[in-house]
């Protein structure tokens, strides 16, 4: 009996790209358009990542994209390894 030994590697890397500068409090009245008291911008943005659904505040994110946008990315990192095989059919 022979096997196809394989190799399965999975890869961690984090992208950063810094957007545009905005002012915080109007920045979420415009896509967030209620008064909920925040004492500080640290507050608002944990308000912010939790009541918007994700694909809404990726939506606004994107939208603030520009062409001049840094990018920086970390060097990828390897998280898991597995070994996997598959049964090769015998050749009569």
């Known amino acids: 009996m022979k096997i196809q030994l ?3 590697k999975e ?5 950063r790209r810094k957007l545009k500068v905005v002012d915080l409090r109007e ?4 896509h967030y358009p209620r008064d909920h008291g ?3 911008e ?3 943005l ?8 994700t694909e809404q ?3 606004v994110l994107k939208g603030m994209k520009n062409d001049s946008n840094e990018v920086t990315r970390e060097t990828p990192e390897l998280t898991h390894k597995k070994f996997w095989f598959e049964i ?3 050749e009569k």
């Open 38 to 40: 925040w004492r500080d």
């Open 57 to 59: 505040l990726h939506a």
């Open 46 to 53: 944990i308000f912010l990542q939790e009541h918007l659904p």
């Open 11 to 15: 890869w961690t890397t984090v992208e």
């Open 88 to 90: 090769v059919p015998d």
């Open 27 to 30: 920045f979420l009245m415009e």
């Open 42 to 44: 640290k507050q608002a």
């Open 6 to 8: 394989g190799l399965t």
